[in-house]
């Protein structure tokens, strides 16, 4: 029998819904319509999360395209959530009772990417309490279903005094919704779309005037969208583009991205950029000071020079004072990527105000990979403050400085032009230092200058099966190799039998260096005066 019209489920192709008792598994309506061989109306539905039973197709015969192999499937529309207004997911939040289970699930995404859980602000005094609401200045509905901003009026009645509104994961799709939540709320300053998947068609210029820090972390938002939005992004300081499959910039006009006026943090981490030139498409933001471009494929960082921007901005700024590419900029995050060469840190000294750097998982900066450690990263990066999230103190630099000259050093054979050309700082170091060219030991001098050259190191022992061992601190050759090493530390803890590993525990380093070439010597690895070194043992 068919069923009536008046019985059929209210889903629309391409409209965003919630498994029904589940706000957090949502999808998009892919298909509404019969299913051969079963009854009824079925609802075709692609899950964001991609657990499905198939593409679209149900015995050969294909009802929709799913994104993956297994996130479709067929659902009764009683089983389907269209979801609720954004004041009937306030007054849910902040009215009614809550768990505190369902409080521990209440949550958003840090910049990276890790789950922060959200305080229910003022829940004490407001639950209950619904003339209370007006009182908010902070929310966060996220993942409770909101499709919809409702009526607009009821908003701006309820929650006159938001600030700050958290929407991630719910199903909003349209930016005239956005555009209605924000007129309603005329203090509301900063606002996170997160997992929202927006539509690529904007209908209309969403009022977003006086927003001032907007995330929008997985919508699928795309760099031509982002130039239509600026328009009405008078006011915005932070932008948040997380994980939009970002591959291009593509400004509105000329080379580079115009506007933006007040823009100090851009964060585009967890997208696809693989040319550096796509980013000296933002080098004339005049304003911005952070830009996080973690997890990308970058293979390579350099500076402008004047030529280069020239011809880059093809005359734009003709009429207009050129300015500096980036110069505004202090932090600026790349780990994550694929570089791995030395001219790529050494361009980093141009940035004119560049002070927070973060290189952490790139091949350059891991030993591992046969990058550098980061005593040489601090010493070639002349400026910075803070790497990888740990601040460079000032013993830090003079310590990192003076073994990084010493390890030049030790690889120079005469006047190497070679050597110099591929350590830029050496020259100017080394004299900053006074550190002098080592001379030949003669006569009386050879005891004295041998002792000169004697590196006093701490030894500490960590090995849980080594047992407690009070350190010791020796003083020892800077010839002295990794395999020696080991055996005198066999004979100094009295060790038998147990095969050990080393580390050179660097200041500011979150992990230690393992030294695991046994034949580098301590002047090699770059170690110097009072250094630590964590004796191990095998696992």
């Known amino acids: 029998m068919q069923e009536s019209s008046e019985s059929r489920p209210d889903f629309r192709i391409g409209q965003r819904v919630h498994s029904s008792g589940d706000p957090r598994r ?82 958003v995404l840090s910049a990276s990417n890790k789950r922060v859980n959200v305080q229910l602000v003022g829940k004490d005094k407001i639950q209950d309490k619904l003339s209370r609401l007006e009182e908010l200045t902070s929310a966060s509905v996220s993942y409770l279903g909101v499709s919809s901003p409702g009526v607009p009026c009821d908003i701006s009645t309820n929650v006159p005094n938001l600030k700050e509104l958290d929407l991630t994961g719910n199903l909003i799709s349209e930016w005239k919704d956005v555009s209605t939540i924000c007129e309603q709320l005329a203090d509301l300053f900063a606002l996170n779309l997160s997992y929202n998947l927006m539509a690529h068609d904007m209908v209309g210029l969403p009022h977003l005037k006086c927003i001032r820090i907007l995330v929008l972390n997985n919508i699928g938002i795309n760099w031509t969208q982002v130039e239509i939005l600026k328009q009405s992004l008078l006011e915005i300081e932070e932008l948040h583009l997380m994980g939009n499959k970002i591959s291009t910039i593509e400004p509105a006009s000329s080379f580079a991205v115009q506007g933006f006026d ?31 471009l973690s997890n990308n494929s970058l293979i390579r960082v350099f500076y402008p020079d004047d030529g280069m921007m020239h011809e880059l901005l093809n005359g734009y700024d003709s009429c207009e004072e050129s300015h500096k590419p980036f110069q505004n900029l202090r932090c600026l995050l790349l780990g994550g990527n694929n570089i791995e060469d030395l001219a790529s840190i050494d361009s980093l000294n141009s940035f004119p105000q560049l002070v927070d750097i973060r290189l952490s998982e790139n091949p350059v900066a891991d030993p591992a990979q046969g990058g550098i450690p980061r005593f040489v990263l601090v010493a070639r990066l002349a400026k910075v403050e803070m790497l990888n999230g740990s601040e460079v103190s000032s013993r830090e630099r003079k310590e990192s400085e003076i073994r990084y ?22 020259a100017e170091l080394k004299v900053f230092h006074g550190i002098e060219d080592e001379k030949p030991l003669v006569g009386a001098a050879g005891p004295q200058k041998m002792a000169s050259g004697l590196l006093s190191i701490t030894l500490k022992c960590v090995g849980a099966s080594i047992g407690e061992k009070p350190s010791l601190t020796k003083k020892l050759p800077g010839a002295t190799t990794v395999g020696k090493l080991k055996i005198l530390c066999e004979s100094f803890f009295k060790l038998k039998s147990i095969k050990l590993k080393l580390f050179l525990q660097e200041e500011g380093s979150p992990l230690p260096m393992l030294l695991d070439d046994e034949m580098a010597t301590l002047t090699d690895l770059g170690i110097g005066n009072e250094s630590t070194i964590l004796v191990d043992e095998e696992s």
């Open 26 to 107: 949502i999808g998009t309506v892919r298909y509404v319509g019969p299913v051969q061989g079963y009854s009824g109306t079925w609802v075709g539905v692609d899950w964001d999360n991609g657990e499905g039973k198939h593409d679209g197709t149900i015995n050969g015969v294909q009802y929709f395209q799913a994104r993956s192999e297994r996130s479709g499937s067929f659902v009764r529309s009683q089983n389907l959530s269209s979801g609720i207004s954004l004041l009937q997911a306030l007054q849910l939040r902040y009215r009614g009772d809550t768990t505190k289970e369902e409080e521990d699930e209440m949550y």
């Open 262 to 292: 007040y823009l100090r943090l851009l964060n585009l981490e967890d997208n696809c950029i693989a040319d550096w030139n796509e980013i000296l498409k933002l080098s004339q933001l005049r304003s911005l000071e952070q830009l996080h």
């Open 405 to 426: 000259v010493r390890l030049v050093m030790s690889k120079m054979q005469g006047n190497s032009k070679e050597l110099l050309w591929l350590h830029p700082r050496f």
